[in-house]
């Protein structure tokens, strides 16, 4: 099945919309419009930590994230930042530029998972390890969705990515694909959280979040007079 250009395409390639509390630089928003990054990122923190507690597997930088605070006895929290940090120095060779988002999302992300990890008690049954499962792959769409919308920078991952395949001329969803198979290979080496929750994040969480995306687009569109040219 030739999934490119088909209908269903879309629904694996994520659009960000344009929306009314896009910011106008990466460094320069509206309250409202850092109330939304933030707000998104603390969503998207809890989604993850969901997934941890669910005992069904994480996402794969979180294994990565999880299997350095096994083998280093660092918090969860603290994992994930010095994973983002170590991510983010990638960025200087490359040239690659951060913004407000950026910085927010090294920060938030691990705050709120940690929070997360420390407030949710582990699923303990079946059903349990479902709904958090689902859970999380909701809230870490829902929450993407409303941080990129923002246009105020990638997080670090993503700048990697995107930064790499500009340098070296690679394509950006193989380059994805290889980044985060090594992070979870190496991260499943460490005792992290690997699962049948890995596998279903991977297969889902693209259509999960161009869903989000477009609910966003819908509910905070540009209005007519805005999006409209001026006339002569």
Request: a positive charge; proline letters at 6%; one cysteine or more.
């Amino acid at each position: 099945m030739k999934l490119r250009g088909s209908p269903l395409w879309r629904y694996f390639a994520p659009r960000v919309e344009e929306v009314s509390f896009r910011a106008a630089s990466p460094w320069r928003a509206r309250p409202l419009t850092a109330f939304i990054l933030i707000g998104g990122l603390a969503i998207f923190g809890m989604g993850e930590a969901l997934m941890v507690r669910s005992n069904a597997g994480a996402a794969p930088w979180t294994v990565f994230a999880t299997g350095l605070a096994h083998a280093t006895r660092l918090s969860l929290g603290w994992a994930t930042f010095v994973v983002s940090c170590g991510v983010f120095s990638g960025w200087w060779p490359l040239r690659q530029r951060p913004g407000f988002g950026t910085i927010a999302n090294l920060t938030v992300i691990p705050i709120f998972l940690e929070f997360g990890y420390r407030a949710i008690p582990s699923a303990h049954s079946g059903w349990m390890q479902i709904i958090m499962l689902l859970g999380g792959l909701t809230a870490i769409g829902s929450g993407g969705a409303l941080y990129l919308s923002c246009a105020m920078g990638t997080g670090p991952r993503d700048g990697l990515m995107v930064g790499m395949g500009r340098r070296f001329n690679l394509p950006i969803a193989r380059l994805r694909t290889a980044i985060e198979l090594c992070a979870l290979v190496v991260g499943t080496a460490m005792g992290g959280a690997f699962g049948v929750g890995t596998i279903v994040f991977a297969v889902t969480i693209g259509p999960i979040l161009s869903v989000a995306l477009r609910l966003v687009g819908r509910w905070w569109s540009v209005p007519a007079t805005r999006s409209a040219s001026p006339t002569s």
